[in-house]
């Protein structure tokens, strides 16, 4: 008792500092009760998202399941569907999720159940890189993958709810901040490693080892998510999931601000999409592993140096991060194209043009995800929150998964006309950004 009433003194004086309060603490849209409860809650929950998040950057299918799966020798076709299937497979089910969610007033528990499964699956993930090789290996990791996916849709859902609950609004947005810098700086880290101490081709140990790394993280976020200290939720909706869940659909028909800012988000996704183009383009000036360390630590500073910029902006305006974050993603394309395009650039500054581009990109790419995590969270309360996020997750699931024909195109145009494909997109978004509401 006595650690735990010298411990709350020292939150709140962090807590404080770091919000730049008084007096008076901030308490808007959570239960009074809740309310002396805020700073332990902010920091407990910084720390679960910060070690997800790593987790997330350490089983990257861009980079480190794609070559597991060379390294394993799958089937190139496997491959191609590691990304839409880590991003849709999350979000296509939680319409259906979030109405069983419903049914518990305390929704803490199901993010840790989806914590840990998350854990346990990838431990399975682990020893499938270490005992099977060839088409059953990617076939297993894939389902590992699939699996994966639906439970992290646990933790999506019920995690926005609980931070509603617990942290109030003018807070959610530097609370989401501060967990991307903090696993912005550890990835960056991450990458200095990539760069010295590279893996050989054939090391399946390193990347049963680094799976089995990220499962940990998960099962240490989940023990630290049990002391997050929630008040009871709404329950109403509950009652037959299907039924409800289709239901929930009818908010696209009905809701005018939630309906634009679902189409604004999947037009921004132009943020995540382009970024492989980059790598690409960069491969074909000079390839290696060191070039691949510098676009980990590349995204890695992007993260850790914007994260928290961008959590304290969208506290004040999340439609204003959305608008400037998708113009610099948006505009970023065409300059970089005519730079790289440009006879008279040297060698050594063409080899550093796409890291550079990299790094703006993920300043920008962490704008899009802090702002739109921030209006959603902002725009209501309740239930209703719970409903926003499962409803448009769900589509923006089902869009992701329509992106896998980009790949028909991209043989068409090529990697250059992808980009300016993606950024013409972004530009269409920052307009519609620019006539959402202020929440």
């Known amino acids: ?46 720390a679960a998202n910060t070690l997800t998040s790593l987790g997330d950057t350490l089983i990257n299918p861009k980079t480190t399941l794609a070559w597991l799966m060379g390294v394993v020798g799958a089937p190139v076709a496997l491959v191609a569907w590691l990304v839409p299937i880590r991003e849709s497979g999350s979000m296509l089910p939680q319409l259906f999720i979030a109405a069983r969610i419903r049914r518990h007033a305390m929704r803490r528990g199901i993010w840790i159940l989806g914590s840990l499964l998350q854990a346990g699956i990838l431990l399975a993930l682990g020893a499938v890189a ?16 699939v699996l994966f996916s639906l439970a992290r849709g646990l933790c999506s859902v019920a995690g926005k709810d609980v931070i509603g609950k617990t942290v109030p609004k003018t807070r959610r947005g530097q609370l989401n901040g501060l967990a991307g810098s903090l696993s912005g700086w550890a990835a960056l880290a991450f990458g200095v490693y990539c760069m010295l101490w590279p893996p050989t081709e054939d090391d399946v140990l390193f990347y049963a080892g680094l799976i089995s790394a990220a499962a940990l993280l998960w099962i240490i ?89 961008w959590g304290r902006m969208a506290d004040r305006s999340s439609r204003r991060v959305l608008i400037l974050s998708a113009c610099i993603a948006s505009l970023l394309g065409p300059v970089v194209l005519a730079v790289h395009f440009w006879a008279g650039l040297s060698a050594t500054l063409h080899a550093w043009l796409f890291p550079v581009a990299f790094f703006v990109l993920g300043i920008a790419h962490s704008g899009v995800r802090v702002g739109r995590k921030t209006y959603v969270l902002d725009m209501a309360e309740g239930n209703r929150r719970t409903d926003y996020v499962a409803v448009g997750n769900t589509v923006i699931g089902a869009i992701l998964l329509a992106t896998g024909a980009f790949g028909l195109l991209s043989a068409l145009v090529g990697a250059a006309g992808m980009l300016l494909l993606l950024s013409m997109v972004g530009l269409v978004g920052a307009m519609l950004a620019g006539s959402l509401p202020e929440v």
Request: aromatic residues 10%.
């Open 1 to 46: 008792m006595d650690t735990d009433m010298a411990v709350q003194p020292d939150l709140d004086s962090i807590y404080s500092k770091l919000m730049n309060e008084d007096d008076v603490r901030v308490c808007k849209d959570i239960p009074d009760s809740a309310c002396n409860g805020v700073p332990q809650n902010f920091f407990l929950q910084v």
């Open 130 to 145: 270490w005992l099977f090789e060839g088409a059953l290996a990617g076939a297993l990791i894939i389902a590992c993958l």
């Open 221 to 309: 976020a989940a023990w630290i998510y049990r002391y997050i200290d929630e008040q009871p939720g709404a329950t109403e909706g509950g009652e037959n999931a299907i039924r409800e869940a289709f239901a929930r659909m009818s908010l696209l028909r009905t809701d005018t601000t939630f309906r634009r800012f679902v189409v604004t988000r999947a037009l921004l996704l132009c943020s995540a999409l382009s970024a492989p183009y980059y790598v690409l383009l960069g491969q074909d000036i000079k390839s290696g592993i060191g070039m691949l360390g510098a676009f980990l630590v590349a995204n890695g500073l992007a993260n850790s140096l914007s994260a928290m910029v």
